[in-house]
């Protein structure tokens, strides 16, 4: 089964500390991965994916994610953390569905910058 | 949150009565999706259309129904078959319905049965 998983419910790390999402994922064919954040009661918006090419990718607000084909990783990273990163944070895989198709998402990790 | 929009924002609904919940576009894209939101959970698959006039099914229809007779609207409609109906639902459009395309997302509504 095609799946997507966030180990960490919950990440902790303290302003200016370099910081990981953990993504891990299971498909079939090429993965196309996403990563997306969510404030409280708000949608989700898009920092990155990952379609082809280089295997690190640079998105919004300062993150970047690495791909790692042998791993079936794709971890969230940002150099240097802000209270304001604090959020929930979504990995998702785009797969074939029907005939068009559909993002996978994992439980959602809940990251916390304290000052 | 972009050129999405849903309303209303929150929403409260009795039980056996059916609400709709809109979502419109202006980002001119041909596909939509409707997902639901549960605490402690990723999103899942209820509705997606990838043209107008044209839609099916997700991982979690049952209960839900969805027109797509416009391009810049799906609105989603929460009919008193679905069981557990209280969740965070959103709306998401892309430019097309390919693998590669980015889905970008509405600020939600949030549905609760009294």
């Known amino acids: 089964a095609q799946s997507v998983a966030q180990p960490e419910d919950q990440v902790k790390v303290a302003e200016g500390n370099p910081l990981t999402v953990k993504c891990t994922y299971s498909v079939s064919g090429n993965p196309y991965l996403f990563w997306y954040v969510q404030y409280p009661n708000r949608g989700l918006q898009f920092l990155l994916k990952y379609i082809t090419g280089d295997n690190l990718v640079k998105g919004s607000y300062g993150f970047e994610a690495e791909f790692n084909k042998s791993q079936t990783s794709f971890h969230l990273k940002k150099p240097s953390a802000l209270v304001s990163d604090s959020a929930l944070y979504f990995c998702?895989?785009?797969?074939?569905?029907?005939?068009?198709?559909?993002?996978?998402f994992g439980q959602g990790t809940e990251l916390s910058v304290k000052p | 949150d972009g050129g999405i929009t849903q309303s209303p924002k929150y929403l409260f609904r009795k039980e056996g009565q059916n609400v709709t919940l809109s979502c419109e576009q202006n980002l001119n894209h041909d596909a939509m999706y409707w997902y639901r939101q549960d605490p402690g959970q990723g999103l899942r698959l209820i509705y997606y259309?990838?043209?107008?006039?044209?839609?099916q099914k997700g991982d979690i229809a049952e209960g839900y129904s969805v027109s797509r007779e416009k391009k810049e609207s799906f609105p989603l409609t929460v009919t008193s078959a679905q069981k557990n109906p209280t969740a965070f639902y959103l709306c998401?459009?892309?430019?097309?319905?390919?693998?590669?395309?980015?889905?970008?997302f509405g600020p939600g509504t949030r549905l609760t049965v009294l």
């Open positions: 259309s990838q043209i107008v006039n044209d839609f």
């Open positions: 998401a459009s892309s430019r097309g319905g390919t693998t590669t395309d980015t889905q970008y």
């Open positions: 998702a895989v785009r797969v074939v569905y029907n005939q068009g198709g559909k993002l996978i």
